[in-house]
T-cell receptor
Framework: AQSVTQLGSHVSVSEGALVLLRCNYS??????LFWYVQYPNQGLQLLLK??????LVKGINGFEAEFKKSETSFHLTKPSAHMSDAAEYFCAVSPYNFNKFYFGSGTKLNVKP | NAGVTQTPKFQVLKTGQSMTLQCAQDMNHEYMSWYRQDPGMGLRLIHY???????DQGEVPNGYNVSRSTTEDFPLRLLSAAPSQTSVYFC?????????????FGQGTRLTVV
C-alpha cells in the first residue's frame, strides 16, 4: 500500500522568504515521487518528479525537492517566495509503472507582500 | 495542442439522476484515470485504465462506472447521483513508463448534486 502525508494544510510566508512544504510517504516498494501545483480553478501542473538518479530534483519556477529514503520524505523548497507562487501544492506517489497516483491532502501556500 | 479535455466544466444534478463526464486526450497516451478532489482530502483515484478495453478500480469506485473503448476517450458515468458525489472531478492521462510518469490533467468538472 502507498500513502502520502503532507504536514500543514496551510502555509503562509512573506515574499522573499524560504518556502518549505513537507511531504512524507509510505510505500512497500521504492516509489516514484511528484509535486504538482494547482492554481485557482485550474487543473494540476507538474512541478518536478523523482524517478531514479540524483536525489535532489530541480523543477520549474525555482522549486526543488530532495528524496530522502531514510526519512521517507520528499520536501519541496524554494529559496525566495514570489507572490505568483500562491497556489495549492500536492505531493504524489506512483508505483513503478505509473498507472496511477496517490496524492496527499494538499498544502495551500499563501505569500504575503 | 488540446491535451486533456473535460466536458462539461460545471454541472448540477438532482439526486438520483445519471450523467456521463467526458474526457478526451489527443496525446496517444496509454494510461488514463479519474480523480475526485474534495477539500482537505487531496485527489482520490476513482478508476483508471492502462489501455483500450482495460479498466480497474481505484480508491473510491463506488457509484461510478467507466469504459475505455478507444485510446482517446475515458468517460466516467454516475449511475444514480448522490449528494456525497458533489466534488470536482479531474481526468488525467500519461504515457506510463515511456514518459517517466508525468500525468497531464484536464481543467476539471465541478459537479453539484442537490
Amino acid at each position: 500500500a502507498q500513502s502520502v502525508t503532507q504536514l500543514g494544510s496551510h502555509v503562509s510566508v512573506s515574499e522573499g522568504a524560504l518556502v518549505l512544504l513537507r511531504c512524507n510517504y509510505s510505500s512497500s516498494v521504492p516509489p516514484y515521487l511528484f509535486w504538482y501545483v494547482q492554481y485557482p480553478n485550474q487543473g494540476l501542473q507538474l512541478l518536478l518528479k523523482y524517478t531514479t538518479g540524483a536525489t535532489l530534483v530541480k523543477g520549474i519556477n525555482g522549486f526543488e525537492a530532495e528524496f530522502k529514503k531514510s526519512e521517507t520524505s520528499f520536501h519541496l523548497t524554494k529559496p525566495s517566495a514570489h507572490m505568483s507562487d500562491a497556489a495549492e501544492y500536492f505531493c504524489a506517489v506512483s508505483p513503478y509503472n505509473f498507472n496511477k497516483f496517490y496524492f496527499g491532502s494538499g498544502t495551500k501556500l499563501n505569500v504575503k507582500p | 495542442n488540446a491535451g486533456v479535455t473535460q466536458t462539461p466544466k460545471f454541472q448540477v444534478l438532482k439526486t438520483g439522476q445519471s450523467m456521463t463526464l467526458q474526457c478526451a486526450q489527443d496525446m496517444n497516451h496509454e494510461y488514463m484515470s479519474w480523480y475526485r478532489q474534495d477539500p482537505g482530502m487531496g485527489l482520490r483515484l476513482i478508476h483508471y485504465s492502462v489501455g483500450a478495453g482495460i479498466t480497474d478500480q481505484g480508491e473510491v469506485p463506488n457509484g461510478y462506472n467507466v469504459s475505455r473503448s478507444t485510446t482517446e476517450d475515458f468517460p466516467l458515468r454516475l449511475l444514480s447521483a448522490a449528494p456525497s458525489q458533489t466534488s470536482v472531478y479531474f481526468c488525467a492521462s500519461s504515457l506510463g513508463q515511456g514518459s517517466l510518469g508525468e500525468a497531464f490533467f484536464g481543467q476539471g468538472t465541478r459537479l453539484t448534486v442537490v
